[in-house]
């Protein structure tokens, strides 16, 4: 997944028209009429699942009530299409969107191909000072920022209330307490105790985590996905399996998990914040009292969830910076934030808008909050992305029985240092 000479080239050329039309090397493009207020069109491609899009269609489209001469032309972009989607109009140039929703993951590799345009100097300082240091951190790379945190999250283990009461069981902390809760609910309700999410990668990492390990070593430039712990975490993941305490499923896996927790067919699943206001759709919490959230059950070494979240950023090709970095700014502004909060119970990334009652006194906000402070970042590498596609097929194959966690976790190792060159 990396670039070509000739869409190195194209970039180049790309970003250098859209300087000389601005004039003023710190100008960010056009877009400005002679009397300085903004103007024309600016597209933005939204990465937010169907609970959330028509929320952040809204808000977008509401800028234009600040600036009357912008049009923004929302785009709603499914996020696993989305990478190489955005990948594609980038390189060519031809129907890039100005803006983009990027996972934290994606901002590095895009920046490192030259695709973004760098924050504005007096942005940039103010997403260091009012935004959360982690949340910031995934907008940056070689020291620079290319973009604006719009959302940060995490994982969590959701349960259902009734379910574990009727059962006698308190939420477990621990994978062992897992299979333990699992069979006093298989015993008492003839349900499954927890749904495994076993085709995306981004739910073995608290496995990986929880066993004190990691995907790599950036500091060290070394893989480590394949050393001891990595054994133990595909070990961990497929043993919930065959112990009968979870069940899982290779393909339409988020669908798939969210309608076995709706219904009741599975007690527990591992979820963020995100999947907070269609798991309130489901039957089995029409009294949204039933939803519990708790910790991601630990590993032998600790609990560990990933951090993750979503960027907004500035395609560096675009004939609209100008309003293009107005309407990030708009978009990640505490107005804005708290909006996404009050409507969907998404953590903002500034820090401020945590002491606002609409999301001071959010009850998903109050677990997710302390779960994000202790999140695991990830390595904040160009090649981060790439490495989720070979780690999901072995986790699949592990978590799934073809494959065995050993050589699941030796094949990862591989394809990770065949990405990451010259890496140990």
Known sequence: ???????????????????????????????????????????????????????????????????????????????????NKVKNAFSSGAEAPDVIRADVGWVADFASLGYLDKVPADAAKKVDSDFLPQAAASGKYEGQLYAVPQVIDSLGLFYNKKMLADAGVKPPTTLEEVKTAAAAIKAKTGKTGLYVRGDDSYWFLPFIYGEGGDLVDAKTKTVTVDNAAGVKAFKDARDLITSGAAVTNATDGYDNMQTAFKSGEVAMMVNGPWAVKDTFSGAQFADKANLGIS??????????????????????????????????????????????????????????????????????????????????????IPENGSLFEPLKVQYTKAVTGASSPEDAAKATGTEFRKILKGWK
């Not at 207020?37 to 028509?54: C, F, L, M, Q, R």
């Not at 630990?298 to 609990?303: C, D, E, M, P, Y």
């Not at 100008?322 to 107005?335: C, D, G, K, R």
Request: net charge neutral.
């Open 1 to 83: 997944m990396r670039r070509g000479i000739a869409a190195t080239a194209l970039v180049a050329a790309l970003a250098l028209a859209a300087t000389a039309c601005g004039g003023d090397k710190n100008d960010n493009g056009g877009g400005d009429n002679a009397g300085g207020e903004i103007s024309g069109t600016v597209t933005w491609w939204d990465t937010s699942n169907d609970t959330e899009k028509a929320t952040f269609q809204k808000i977008a489209e509401a800028f234009t009530a600040k600036h009357p001469k912008v049009t923004v032309k929302y785009v709603n972009v499914p996020y696993g299409d989305a990478q």
């Open 295 to 380: 910790a991601v059950p630990a590993g032998s070494v600790k609990a560990g969830a990933p951090q993750g979240g979503h960027d907004l950023a500035v395609y560096a090709g675009s004939k609209n910076r100008t309003a293009a970095h107005a309407f990030v700014e708009y978009m990640s502004s505490q107005e804005t934030q708290v909006q996404a909060t009050k409507e969907l119970s998404l953590l903002p990334t500034r820090t401020a808008a945590y002491e606002v009652p609409d999301v001071k006194g959010n009850e998903i906000v109050a677990f997710f909050k302390p779960a994000v402070d202790k999140a695991v970042e990830r390595a904040w």
